[in-house]
């Protein structure tokens, strides 16, 4: 996809999460009006690039984590633009047989995962483009319901997301409606932007993002928690992303963090 060849659904004028994302990342499925958010919420929030390095790798931990419990199926919510390290790819690592669901609302996120997320023969990918918000219809898509069997364990993934639903759309009531269509056993992983540890540069960042009509909520640790009513949180519970079982040593101070990362196990 490029800038002069752009899906005829995507309006290139409005700036997208995704894609926004993506420039952070280092990719080049973006537009210039993605690429001026990215630059405008970079200076406000220096930070903001790592950050998003870190939120991605603690999806990849968060995934690992989940598959070594013997969960085979996953489905993740605003999946994003494809990468390295896709929810797929470090569950089939663990299980070639391993079967996940992507979900975003972007046009040009499911065209690149279509053409880029292609699992492994065993197992099984499948994509829908839908808006997490409508979860009762997400849960019945006939996609969904031929890849994930909801009667046995699920890893809900949903990284980096839920900071863009608004307090008036009811996120925690949204996340408790998928929860409940799970089996016990399944994981629930969740990574959100706090002004927790740096108020000041979080604040900065959401002006910026919001001066561009991408509003975003940072939520409390406390409000985080309460996503996962009816979890049990695995260790080492709620911490900043970068602190979440991490890989080796972080050589970064809490007040670095711009987002708590944290995963349950459904009772």
Do not use: C
């Amino acid at each position: 996809m490029t800038e002069e060849t752009p899906h005829p659904r995507i309006d290139t004028s409005v700036p997208h999460s995704a894609r926004v994302y993506d420039y952070w990342l280092g990719g080049k499925d973006n537009f210039a009006a993605d690429r001026a958010v990215a630059e405008a919420t970079a200076k406000a929030s220096p930070g903001v690039v790592q950050g998003a390095r870190d939120n991605r790798a603690f999806l990849g931990r968060a995934v690992r984590h989940i598959a070594a419990q013997g969960v085979t199926q996953f489905l993740d919510i605003g999946t994003g633009i494809p990468t390295q390290g896709n929810t797929h790819e470090v569950a089939q690592a663990a299980d070639p047989a391993a079967r996940i669901v992507y979900l975003d609302n972007d046009p040009i996120v499911m065209i690149h995962a279509r053409a880029l997320l292609k699992g492994t023969p065993e197992g099984r990918t499948a994509y829908i483009e839908a808006d997490l918000r409508e979860p009762d219809a997400i849960l019945k898509h006939p996609d969904l319901l031929k890849t994930i069997d909801l009667s046995k364990p699920v890893g809900l993934v949903i990284v980096g997301t839920l900071m863009f639903i608004k307090d008036h759309e009811d996120p925690f009531g949204l996340v408790a409606r998928y929860s409940a269509a799970l089996a016990p056993g399944s994981y629930l992983a969740i990574s959100h932007v706090t002004a927790d540890f740096a108020p000041k540069l979080v604040g900065a960042s959401a002006e910026a993002y919001n001066s561009e009509a991408l509003a975003f909520t940072p939520r409390t640790g406390e409000q985080i928690l309460r996503f996962f009513e009816g979890y049990e949180l695995e260790e080492p519970g709620l911490v900043p992303v970068f602190d979440w079982r991490p890989d080796g040593p972080v050589a970064r101070a809490p007040q670095d963090a711009g987002a708590y990362g944290v995963v349950g196990r459904k009772l």
